[in-house]
């Protein structure tokens, strides 16, 4: 199944919260489910509707398919560590991820055209595929008089989020380093991880 490219906002208003890396406009004006029976009392959720819900969430912030996304859950359930944090270790390391995760970009989709144009480089090295996986101490950097006019028009935006505690973001260098490892806290929205490897389990 290809990646979703209809409206931002109308997925925020069907699971119900905020996905900064989806999109940056909120649902505050909206927060109703969409469709002409939206405002209506909805039915109660099963148990497998609460999972598949809590699945989707993680599929549209990070912008994957099903197809990555349960080779993500299948990786993270035969980690030695503990499942939810492997989760989202996995999916917060994506290159994609990171630039957006560092200002460089305020979503993720914006931030996967950066990549796949070849804007951004690993280690002095320019990388143009967005599910690459960063270690711990690699360095990323804005490529390119193109990239950083990028990059500007999109920091005169206004960034979504804050920089995570294990990024450090050189602002002025456009450029970012990876200092430690994301934690389970490091989703910047409500999720229930366990809902999530349930549902793969």
Do not use: C
Not at 3 to 25: C, H, T
Not at 81 to 109: H, K, Y
Not at 133 to 139: G, I
């Amino acid at each position: 199944m290809s990646r979703y490219i209809g409206p931002r906002v109308r997925v925020l208003r069907a699971l119900g919260v905020n996905l900064p890396g989806l999109s940056a406009k909120t649902l505050d004006k909206r927060p109703t489910p969409p469709g002409q029976h939206g405002a209506r009392k909805r039915r109660t959720i099963s148990n497998y509707g609460k999972r598949l819900k809590e699945k989707q969430k993680l599929r549209a912030h990070y912008g994957i398919t099903e197809r990555q996304l349960r080779q993500v859950a299948g990786q993270a359930s035969r980690s030695k560590g503990n499942a939810m944090a492997s989760l989202v270790q996995l999916l917060e390391r994506r290159l994609d991820s990171v630039v957006f995760r560092a200002g460089f970009a305020r979503t993720i989709p914006a931030a996967r055209q950066l990549v796949a144009h070849g804007h951004i480089s690993v280690n002095g090295k320019r990388l143009s595929y967005p599910s690459a996986r960063l270690n711990q101490s690699d360095v990323i950097t804005v490529a390119g008089a193109r990239g950083e006019t990028a990059v500007r028009k999109q920091q005169e935006l206004g960034s979504v989020l804050s920089a995570p505690t294990w990024l450090e973001v050189d602002g002025s260098a456009l450029s970012a380093r990876v200092a430690g490892l994301p934690d389970i806290d490091s989703v910047p929205f409500p999720v229930e991880l366990p809902l999530v490897i349930e549902f793969y389990s």
